[in-house]
């Protein structure tokens, strides 16, 4: 399995970004997917995650309400939707996965539980 995020940029507070995580291997739909992220001197902190095969879905307090996870299975991707982006939002984005059975949902916050990792992509959100 590989993954590669894509999608980050500079935008001003406000604003929005649409990530980007593609993948080679299995089918995404079979396997849950997760975001999270790591800005400079923090640790990696969960962002969003999706189950697999449904619509279930997580979110960190910080960004509910603002960010939606979604995928395309026909194209393999899952997506990380992020509106009204603030300062705070600034760090590197990664996607992770797969998340295979069916585990609590404790587990999808928790990075361990993912064996693979995207190479990340910057988000910085500043006037």
């Known amino acids: 399995v590989q993954l590669q995020a894509s999608g980050g940029g500079l935008v001003q507070p406000g604003g929005s970004l649409r990530l980007t995580c593609t993948a080679s291997?299995?089918?995404?739909?079979?396997?849950?997917m997760g975001w999270f992220r790591q800005a400079p001197g923090k640790e990696r902190e969960f962002v969003a995650a999706?189950?697999?095969?449904?619509?279930?879905?997580y979110y960190a307090d910080s960004v509910k309400g603002r960010f939606t996870i979604s995928r395309d299975k026909e194209n393999n991707r899952v997506y990380l939707q992020m509106n009204a982006l603030r300062p705070e939002d600034t760090a590197v984005y990664y996607c992770?996965?797969?998340?295979?059975?069916?585990?609590?949902?404790?587990?999808?916050?928790?990075?361990?539980?993912?064996?693979?990792w995207g190479q990340g992509t910057q988000v910085t959100v500043s006037s």
């Open positions: 291997g299995p089918p995404f739909s079979t396997y849950g």
């Open positions: 999706m189950r697999k095969g449904t619509t279930s879905s």
């Open positions: 992770a996965g797969p998340v295979k059975g069916n585990p609590i949902s404790s587990s999808y916050y928790c990075p361990s539980t993912y064996p693979y």
